[in-house]
């Protein structure tokens, strides 16, 4: 067998290193991917060690590619004219951000290029600083973006609040549309949207019906495009609408022999670069900072976005790996450095180019390079086709985009979470002050409505049944003392009251002023009772330890914890009653207690996941077979919930080989479960997780030759007797039946102890550290023998030949609340059926069936 390797994933790759399994990204769509991501596949058709493979790209992605070029060849155009740009500036940041952003980017199916979020502040840096300073400006907020990657600060881009976002590229949409509504029209646009506003009656008086002809004919094929129904309509998709538009009004313009301002890019021989900025140096420090924040921002929410368009699209077979927003963010300010460098405009990354390439049925980063590259050919070589578009097509499809950006979604959303002055200031401040002005108005905004909500507290006071009734809603804080005290001594002296606290934070002060009353009220005769939004009192003085309160809450605290005898807690019943109805009686009342408890504090959290679940059917990812002891909770320690595992549990975690049959027949619920999982649930993985002190080894090991049955089911006793917390009445030396169904089980174990007495098998052991005993050795080693057997099942076969199915081994150490994962190397031997000398020590040799510890962060240092 070969040695082990370990479970982390930042170990760097040796060239001459045959024992590392290549990875391929893995798709995970439960939470149990945060434990199976430290597993590395185990398929024996990954390709062998070393071999390099060769640059290959899908059909899926060519297809994409030639879509997505389709959309962004016509926006390109339009945002270069919408900024004053020269128009080969929106093709050049269209080939860059296709080929550089696509190449080092974190998001692989995001698609970058000259955005309509940015035009604005690009607009007014070429007003301001002229085209060669932007250009240079755009280096510079690229080399900053580069900054804040090496900080690894791009999560921070998420705190910004939804509302302001939202309300920015809402800004920007009106900004835009008014703009080009004065080129639609015929005329040209202003260097303000007040000016915009201001120019359009003179502008409406001097229409250009030419002009307006094809603008409108833009707009309805735009509009119209995906609308047209029946097969037709699906056939005509297939092309992008916002080039059947462009295309359609070409044609019609050409035909026409319409008399119009059409698209015109100079010889490449005079492409302008940039030069040295110059201006004032607070003002140009303020222009790299816009360009930075709004194109980090924008990207960073788009990458987040696409992340969620690639969850929901339904192709199980294609793996694609989430976004690493801080590597994106490397890609990003990469791509605005060579942009600018090579006179092109701010890049950025698009949510409509990338919905479309997730649409199209994109699979890996090559779509987005390769729709790079197809405008860069263009750019090149159909220069005479693009200079027949008027410029008032290209007008009227960016005006449809920045109307379009004002969503009424969004604003149904926002007023929907009481952010709509945020929202609505943040809009008003772009159009009329600048989008980094109107960003700083509305998270001015954002946290003055935030220290509203903080401070204010809702105090109401009422009498009911002859009970006064005080209810605080908000935070409780210094500032909302007066009020409180004030309603408090309105009070009856000598009344009952009850004060409903529905918060999450009371500070000092009001703490005090509730206490003095407290003790005051308590003093002249009153009653007063503190309970929560649910009418459960808080605050009270502890009580005596029962068994239907503090001491045994019904199994939802789970820490350990010692109560006794649970009759001494029966209530009023005396031990020398009928016991067994006593113990039965609190059985029932910890179970309904329970069940009460889930209704109330976790059925409304999971109920709809669950009414998800019960419409669509469960879809997991993984058969987790482990053993059934009650200390192995597999949902807390794989950090999954319902419809993530399909679970098998039995004594031991054994799984019998296919036709092992006993004196009764075989026993096939452990093959019928994997046939299930295998075949019609399609898992993606099984795990065999074996546990430290595992009563069923120990019973394996107390057998003399492994037939005693009696000897095995006394062992199986005793291990359980051991292995408890309280002391029983009942012998644990007692005999068990000769033949019981726990003896005939533990005989699928014995292959397990024949393998770990064997010499022709490597001892299982954790790394860096022998067994502690004999039963842990045991304990490892059945893991082991149980995925050989496991691998014997012929769905489990076929399934691994078809390389869509891995297996995983796993121990969980009980005491030290620690996982640990078999290494792929050693399975890899297992499965081959390999055999070698057993190693001295057991810790050197390089030919043992090795579990590596699971690491805390291990996979997310190795991801950053």
């Not at 016509?74 to 080939?95: F, N």
């Not at 409108?216 to 509009?223: E, I, P, R, S």
């Amino acid at each position: 067998m070969s040695a082990c390797v370990p479970t982390r994933h930042d170990q760097p790759h040796h060239p001459h290193t045959s024992r590392t399994t290549p990875k391929s990204p893995q798709p995970h769509k439960s939470r149990m991917s945060r434990l199976s991501r430290f597993m590395r596949p185990h398929s024996p058709h990954s390709p062998p060690p070393g071999r390099r493979r060769g640059f290959r790209i899908a059909g899926a992605d060519f297809s994409a590619s030639i879509s997505v070029f389709l959309i962004a060849l016509p926006l390109s155009l339009g945002i270069a004219l919408a900024t004053g740009a020269p128009l080969q500036a929106g093709l050049v940041a269209a080939a860059v951000g296709g080929l550089v952003a696509g190449r080092f980017g974190g998001a692989p199916l995001q698609v970058s290029g000259p955005a309509a979020g940015l035009t604005v502040v690009t607009a007014d840096l070429i007003h301001q600083y002229g085209w060669r300073t932007t250009c240079a400006i755009t280096v510079l907020a690229g080399l900053a973006q580069l900054g804040l990657a090496a900080l690894r600060v791009a999560r921070s881009a998420l705190a910004v609040s939804p509302a302001i976002v939202h309300g920015m590229l809402a800004g920007i949409g009106v900004t835009i549309a008014l703009a080009q509504l004065h080129i639609v029209l015929g005329g040209s646009p202003q260097s303000s949207a007040v000016a915009n506003v201001q120019a359009l009656p003179a502008q409406f008086a001097a229409l250009h019906p030419a002009a307006i002809s094809v603008s409108a004919l833009t707009v309805c094929v735009l509009l119209a495009w995906p609308r047209i129904p029946g097969r037709p309509g699906r056939i005509v998709r297939k092309v992008p609408a916002a080039l059947a538009a462009v295309a359609a009004a070409t044609v019609v313009a050409a035909l026409a022999g319409l008399s119009l301002d059409r698209v015109d890019l100079p010889s490449w021989s005079s492409h302008v670069l940039p030069e040295m900025p110059h201006g004032p140096v607070l003002g140009l420090l303020a222009a790299v900072l816009t360009i930075t924040l709004v194109g980090s921002v924008e990207s960073l929410l788009s990458a987040v976005a696409v992340d969620k368009l690639v969850a929901a699209r339904k192709d199980p077979d294609v793996r694609i790996p989430r976004a690493r927003l801080d590597r994106e963010l490397t890609g990003q300010g990469a791509a605005n450095v060579v942009s600018g460098a090579l006179g092109g405009l701010p890049i950025t990354g698009v949510a409509v180019r990338s919905a479309a390439n997730v649409a199209a049925g994109g699979v890996s980063r090559h779509a987005t390079m390769l729709h790079g590259l197809w405008i860069a050919v263009a750019a090149l070589f159909l220069v005479s086709v693009l200079d027949l578009i008027p410029l008032a097509a290209l007008a009227a499809l960016v005006m449809v985009i920045g109307i379009q950006m004002v969503n009424l979604t969004h604003v149904r959303s926002v007023r929907r979470n009481r952010e709509l002055l945020a929202y609505v200031g943040t809009l008003a401040g772009v159009v009329f002050t600048g989008v980094l002005e109107g960003v700083a108005i509305g998270v001015a905004l954002a946290v003055g409505v935030a220290l509203h909500r903080l401070t204010r507290t809702r105090i109401t006071s009422y009498e009911q049944n002859g009970v006064h009734r005080l209810r605080a809603g908000g935070q409780l804080t210094f500032l909302a003392v007066p009020r409180l005290s004030r309603l408090l001594h309105q009070v009856p002296q000598g009344s009952d009251c009850v004060v409903e606290l529905d918060g999450s934070f009371m500070d000092h002060a009001a703490y005090e002023a509730l206490h003095d009353w407290q003790v005051a009220h308590v003093a002249q005769g009153g009653t007063v009772e503190f309970t929560g939004r649910s009418g459960d009192p808080i605050g009270e003085p502890a009580e005596p330890a029962t068994h239907s309160n503090s001491c045994c809450r019904p199994w939802t605290p789970w820490r350990n914890h010692h109560c006794g005898d649970p009759v001494e807690h029966a209530g009023t019943q005396k031990r020398t009653t009928d016991t067994t109805w006593v113990s039965s009686r609190v059985q029932r009342g910890q179970l309904a207690s329970g069940l009460s408890s889930f209704q109330r504090n976790t059925a409304p959290h999971v109920r709809g996941e669950l009414a998800r679940l019960a419409r669509e059917g469960q879809q997991p990812s993984q058969l987790f077979l482990t053993c059934a002891d009650s200390r192995l909770v597999t949902s807390m320690i794989t950090a999954s919930g319902p419809g993530d595992l399909f679970t098998v549990r039995n004594v031991g975690n054994l799984v019998p080989l296919p036709g092992d049959e006993g004196a009764e027949g075989p026993d096939e619920s452990v093959a019928a479960a994997i046939e299930y999982a295998v075949d019609v649930l399609r898992v993606e993985s099984i795990t065999i997780c074996g546990h430290s002190g595992c009563g069923a080894m120990q019973a394996l090991l107390n057998t003399p030759d492994g037939t005693d049955a009696t000897n095995g089911t006394h062992a199986a006793h005793a291990a359980h007797a051991a292995d408890a917390t309280a002391t029983s009445d009942a012998p644990a030396s007692a005999t068990a039946p000769q033949s019981s169904p726990l003896t005939r089980w533990l005989r699928h174990g014995r292959p397990s102890l024949e393998r770990m007495r064997s010499r022709d098998h490597t001892w299982a052991r954790i790394s860096g550290r022998l067994p502690a005993d004999a039963v842990e050795q045991l304990c490892l080693t059945n893991v082991v023998q149980q995925l050989e057997h496991l691998r014997a099942h012929p769905a489990v076969v076929r399934r691994m030949a078809e390389g869509k199915l891995e297996l995983h081994g796993m121990y969980f150490h009980v005491g030290e609340a620690q996982a640990y994962l078999l290494a792929s190397d050693g399975l890899s031997g297992v499965l081959a059926g390999g055999s070698s000398d057993r190693p001295s020590d057991g810790l050197s040799g390089g030919s043992d069936e090795v579990f590596n510890r699971v690491a805390p962060t291990a996979f997310e240092e190795s991801r950053a």
